[in-house]
């Protein structure tokens, strides 16, 4: 939304500037005007200079990064693979006897964008979501992801990147959290679904929350599909401690973990 504005208040900027020869003294034209026209001039120049600098980084410019924060930037995400959408389907299975074996950074950022990232310009994402409010958030709990030190991050959909949470490898507690399933812990890592409630309920109530359920399963299935176009396992787990999921993962008090999809080598 805001970049439309800044998109109308160029448009508007331009518009009102003097046409073809006025700036050479049109009869009417008043005094201040020159130095009225610089002045747009430098707002619009202003204004491309920061929508160039974000669509070389994709981050809208009020977003950037703070230095003293742990970031990991993930690949460009791939929107070619070697499975047809009908082979992914028809291939999708919970897999739970994982292999031994870490995700690479690659495969583990292709997984998150396959179930939160940005696809277009408005912020839209891949799974769809009531009212574009966008209540969920998608942590990565890795254990074995190459190039990441075991931990707990939040994934940014906006920058394509991870931030750190909490250092450590939490598939254990993770596992035990979710009625003892030990096979999670086996897992390369475990994505978790969160969701703020708040931004959804505000505007649609109670419904809000059927909202949300619904599109942490859209999100949850783009995963799995993912998953099965990258030659991974994945399932998804609803059985789970909310308060002790939200615990382990430093969730803030707003938010609430929804679904937990473990993934792995097969
Ligand atoms: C909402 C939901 C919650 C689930 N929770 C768990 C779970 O806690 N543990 C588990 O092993 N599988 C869980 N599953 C996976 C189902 O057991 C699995 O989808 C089902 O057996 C069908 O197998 P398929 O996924 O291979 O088609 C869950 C699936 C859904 C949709």
Not at 89 to 110: C, M
Not at 246 to 252: E, N
Request: aromatic share 6%; net charge positive.
């Amino acid at each position: 939304m805001g970049n439309r504005s800044m998109w109308q208040k160029i448009g508007l900027t331009a518009r009102r500037g003097p046409r073809k020869g006025d700036a050479e003294g049109g009869a009417t034209q008043a005094t201040s005007a020159p130095a009225l026209s610089r002045l747009e001039k430098m707002v619009v120049a202003a204004a491309a200079v920061a929508l160039a600098a974000w669509a070389c980084s994709g981050t809208p410019p009020d977003e950037r990064a703070d230095p003293a924060t742990a970031t990991i930037r993930l690949p460009e995400p791939r929107v070619r693979g070697e499975m047809s959408l009908e082979q992914c389907l028809r291939a999708r299975r919970s897999f739970r006897e994982f292999r031994d074996g870490a995700l690479t950074l690659e495969q583990a950022g292709q997984l998150l964008w396959a179930a939160q990232g940005i696809t277009d310009w408005r912020g839209f994402r891949t799974a769809p979501s009531a009212g574009a409010l966008f209540p969920l958030e998608a942590y990565l709990v890795a254990g074995r992801v190459e190039s990441v030190a075991p931990g707990v991050y939040k994934y940014s959909p906006k920058r394509h990147e991870l931030r750190l949470v909490a250092s450590g490898d939490k598939r254990m507690q993770l596992a035990a959290a979710a009625a003892a399933q030990d096979w999670i812990g086996n897992s390369s890592a475990v994505v978790v679904l969160s969701a703020v409630r708040e931004r959804t309920t505000r505007k649609y109530r109670e419904r809000g929350i059927r909202y949300i359920y619904i599109e942490s399963g859209h999100a949850a299935q783009n995963l799995c599909l993912q998953a099965v176009a990258l030659g991974l396992g994945a399932a998804t787990v609803g059985a789970f401690d909310d308060a002790a999921v939200k615990r382990l993962l430093s969730l803030p008090e707003e938010e609430e973990p929804v679904y937990i999809v473990p993934v792995g080598r097969k």
